[in-house]
């Protein structure tokens, strides 16, 4: 061995097509519906650039974390392994997994991944982001019970011989129903709309701002023989004062006149229907719209309550993702044969947050000490 440890290649990945990517093939009795649905969210995050970055900025808002245990030993342990884990075959740490993750989660409402051990079985080699198109998700004899059925090359759906190693999160479910709702749910009208919006302008903007002229020989009583001629002329010395580069007079003889196509009309003003639909979209994914570029007027304490409604909204993904990130911890200790108590620290989402806790607790604490006071006062 070169560098004095052997190398823990993973086993084989359950949740994909032949352990690589999807072949693009549809269910077998599946719910092509919901293959539309997320191949729909997947345009809209294409075409509206602001829904991307809303998206992305909530990703990297929701933070970093580590585990904390009682036994040092252990702690470091696991933090290292979380550290190294291996990613998608190319990535390499838990972030680079709760990221994907939690952008699948939010974009169709449901995340599906998987811990892949090496070929001993005792240790987890890697993490995989499965795709939801290679994964059908399938209630089984009760309502608590959901099988994972994982698509073959040839297109049917097999279960997974081993559920206890999938990874499975969904937000937002409606009553009866096994697959969670995208966060982008009632946007593609809106961004349907907006993109029409578009369109228009760079429409208008190609027919007025690229100026188009019309070009018009009215020949007298005594040039009637000669229209043909005069108008071929006419053609001939106007395309070349176009073409060319530099500026060039138009010369020629008889009644002409030039007027610019589409002078007259003006381009519809778009500002209000625009801001109409991004302030849609911006109530939707609940991101305050100064981190989004957008600079609307708003107060100073407006914007320190559209950064606590933000928070709010980053302790419930973190929460959604707690489950998945203690399934993986539990199942690294466990497969260690170790039984420790942990705990999962987020880091904080900015040093604000930091302030309003420590004024609360100080708040907290002179209150506590005035009614203590107050209760001495009134036994004495």
């Not at 693009?24 to 729909?40: A, K, M, N, P």
């Not at 981190?291 to 959604?320: K, N, P």
């Not at 690294?332 to 930091?354: A, M, P, T």
């Amino acid at each position: 061995m070169i560098f004095g440890r052997k190398k823990r290649e993973p086993a084989q990945v359950q949740t994909a097509v032949s352990c690589g990517y999807s072949s693009g093939l549809s269910f077998i009795g599946g719910v092509e519906t919901d293959r539309c649905e997320r191949q729909l969210y997947r345009s809209l995050r294409e075409n509206v650039p602001v829904i991307d970055a809303a998206l992305g900025k909530l990703i990297r808002l929701t933070g970093t974390f580590t585990v904390r245990c009682e036994d040092e030993s252990v702690q470091e342990d696991i933090n290292d392994f979380l550290k190294r884990v291996r990613v998608n075959g190319n990535q390499h740490g838990i972030d680079s997994f709760v990221g994907a993750y939690l952008d699948q989660l939010l974009t169709y409402g449901t995340a599906v991944g998987e811990m892949v051990p090496d070929k001993s079985g005792r240790r987890i080699a890697a993490l995989y982001n499965a795709s939801l198109d290679d994964v059908e998700l399938k209630a089984g004899k009760d309502p608590f019970d959901i099988t994972f059925m994982a698509r073959s090359v040839t297109g049917e759906n097999t279960e997974v011989r081993y559920p206890e190693l999938i990874l499975c999160s969904t937000i937002m479910n409606r009553p009866g129903k096994i697959y969670g709702t995208s966060l982008l749910r009632g946007l593609p009208f809106v961004g349907d709309m907006l993109m029409k919006i578009f369109n228009a302008v760079g429409t208008n903007w190609d027919r007025v701002g690229n100026v188009r002229f019309a070009v018009s020989y009215r020949p007298g009583e005594n040039d009637r023989n000669f229209t043909k001629e005069r108008t071929a002329m006419i053609a001939s010395e106007w395309s070349k004062a176009m073409r060319s580069r530099e500026p060039r007079d138009f010369i020629t003889v008889g009644d002409v006149s030039i007027k610019v196509i589409g002078a007259e009309n003006q381009i519809p003003d778009c500002e209000v229907p625009i801001k109409m639909l991004l302030q849609q979209i911006v109530a939707k994914l609940s991101i305050p719209p100064f981190l989004l570029g957008l600079s609307w007027s708003t107060t100073e304490r407006m914007s320190v309550q559209q950064a606590d409604i933000l928070t709010s909204e980053l302790d419930f993904y973190r929460g959604q993702l707690e489950g998945c990130i203690r399934k993986i911890c539990d199942m690294y200790l466990k497969l260690r044969g170790i039984r420790r108590r942990y705990s999962i620290k987020w880091d904080c989402v900015n040093l604000q947050d930091e302030v309003e806790l420590a004024r609360a607790r100080l708040y907290n604490a002179q209150a506590d000490q005035l009614a203590a006071k107050d209760k001495e006062g009134c036994n004495e």
